[in-house]
């Protein structure tokens, strides 16, 4: 069983205000990580796939880092709108298992 | 939309009960998974379809069986089930099982309740 951590697992933002939060995963035999964003009676919705390291990405307001040496990768949302407010799932994908490992998520709540 | 339907979005059933939930996507994808998320827990991969084989079975109990007829349609056909077996059943598609460097497309889930 894979150990992936997002830390925190919940947070309330301020409109307006930027905020980032971590998904942390063993880094030995690390081959892509994927990001979704899941927002509350909807389906999840695909966001990102990184493979490389340093890699960073950007969809509108949201970005994404990754750091496979070490293990991680943040996620930002700047200017935090209430269509933000979700819950963030990170999954890694492992060379030999073609399986994603979900973590628990971090949920944003963003306050109006 | 995200091209991936499930039905229904709700279920009650008993224990002895047997029922199936369907799931049909619309993208063109030859792989189809069925994950499952019980309260308080990361999404857990049940089974992979791959070109309509099953290709993982993640040591699903056997009251759980799944059938894929077609590459646009799965099944998971639910019998005898246990009140731990409450949870959101989520049906995604991927263009190619593997690598898995295509993201996944979800349906909104069934929400299964156990009497």
Not at chain 1, 28 to 37: G, M, V
Not at chain 1, 46 to 69: H, Y
Not at chain 2, 82 to 93: I, M, R, V
Request: glycine share 6%.
């Amino acid at each position: 069983i894979l150990n992936v951590e997002q830390s925190p697992q919940s947070l309330h933002v301020q409109e307006g205000d930027s905020t980032n939060f971590t998904c942390s995963f063993p880094s030995s035999n690390f081959y892509a990580l994927h990001w979704y964003r899941w927002e509350t009676a909807k389906s999840p919705e695909a966001l990102f796939v990184m493979t490389l390291n340093g890699d960073e990405k950007k969809k509108g307001r949201i970005s994404a880092t990754l750091n496979t040496k070490e293990g991680y990768s943040y996620l930002y949302i700047k200017g935090s709108q209430p269509e933000d407010s979700a819950t963030y799932l990170c999954a890694p994908l492992y060379y030999g298992n073609n399986r994603l490992a979900f973590g628990k998520g971090n949920q944003v709540v963003v306050i109006p | 939309e995200t091209g991936v339907t499930q039905t229904p979005r709700h279920l009650v059933m008993g224990m002895t009960n047997k029922k199936s939930l369907k799931c049909e996507q619309h993208l063109g994808h030859n792989a189809m998974y069925w994950y499952k998320q019980s309260a308080k827990k990361p999404l857990e991969l049940m089974f992979v379809y791959s070109l309509e084989e099953r290709v993982e079975n993640n040591s699903v109990p056997s009251r759980f069986s799944p059938e894929c007829p077609n590459s646009s349609h799965l099944f998971l056909h639910l019998h005898t089930l246990q009140p731990e077996d409450s949870a959101l059943y989520l049906c995604a598609s991927s263009q190619d099982r593997g690598p898995l460097l295509q993201p996944q497309h979800f349906g909104d889930g069934t929400r299964l309740s156990i009497l």
